[in-house]
Structures are given as structure tokens and as C-alpha cells.
């Protein structure tokens, strides 16, 4: 298994930026594809960006232009700067991975698994904004 732990959320007012990172304790860290999802207090889980193994990025239309994500396969780190915070961010932030060789869907890309599940997710980091 993969242990995932998120790290670096907090509360900021709107307009703000925080960067939340994400440690995972695995090996072959750099073959997987990886994403942050979120998920507010009775509301629907959204995806918020994913990044495969060559870094290719895909972000949620409403975070796009907002949020960054990144990865340090060196450091086994996958981070999200979020920049001009809303109340709608306000939400638990979890990081997933999807390892390919499980995913036998189609497109066999990383946001079509993502979509599909995850196989390993963290605890959550929450993010408030007011």
C-alpha cells in the first residue's frame, strides 16, 4: 500500500493564496498519475486538478487560472498552489493515486482512471476561506 499524507492546509481570507503538498511513501512515486479532489460538507466530491507522470496537468474549470499543480518525483511530493481563495475552495482537500497498471478503462489516460477511482487517497487537509 500507499501511504499518503497531506499537509499546509488552513484558514485565509478571500483572495488569498496557500500551497498544500502531499507525501507519498512509495518507490515508484514517478509512474503514477495523481490528483487533488475535494470535497465541502454535503455537497458532491469534485476533482480539482490531476497530473500524470510526464507532468501534463488538467484542472477543474473552477479552480483553472487559480490553482497549480505540480510533483517532485524526488522528493515523492505532489503540491497544489491555490491562489485568490474563495468561500467555494472552502472545502477537505485529499490527495489520490491512481497506479495505471489498474486501469483497464478507456481512454486509457490519467484523468479517465481518476475518474474512474483511486487506489490509494490521504486523510485530507482542510482549506477554509472566509
Known amino acids: 500500500d500507499v501511504q499518503l499524507v497531506e499537509s499546509g492546509g488552513g484558514s485565509v481570507q478571500a483572495g488569498g493564496s496557500l500551497n498544500i503538498s502531499c507525501v507519498a511513501s512509495?518507490?515508484?512515486?514517478?509512474?503514477?498519475?495523481m490528483g487533488w479532489f475535494r470535497q465541502a460538507p454535503g455537497k458532491e466530491r469534485e476533482g480539482v486538478a490531476i497530473?500524470?507522470?510526464?507532468?501534463?496537468?488538467i484542472y477543474a474549470d473552477s479552480v483553472k487560472g487559480r490553482f497549480t499543480i505540480s510533483r517532485d518525483n524526488a522528493k515523492n511530493t505532489l503540491n497544489l498552489y491555490m491562489s485568490d481563495l474563495q468561500p467555494e475552495d472552502t472545502a477537505m482537500y485529499y490527495c489520490?493515486?491512481?497506479?495505471?497498471?489498474?486501469?483497464?478503462?478507456?481512454?486509457?489516460?490519467?484523468?479517465?482512471?481518476?475518474?474512474?477511482?483511486?487506489?490509494?487517497r490521504g486523510r485530507g487537509t482542510q482549506v477554509t476561506v472566509s
Open positions: 497530473i500524470d507522470s510526464s507532468s501534463s496537468a
Open positions: 489520490t493515486v491512481r497506479d495505471m497498471d489498474t486501469y483497464s478503462g478507456y481512454p486509457k489516460n490519467c484523468a479517465a482512471a481518476l475518474r474512474a477511482g483511486f487506489n490509494w
Open positions: 512509495t518507490d515508484t512515486y514517478s509512474h503514477y498519475c
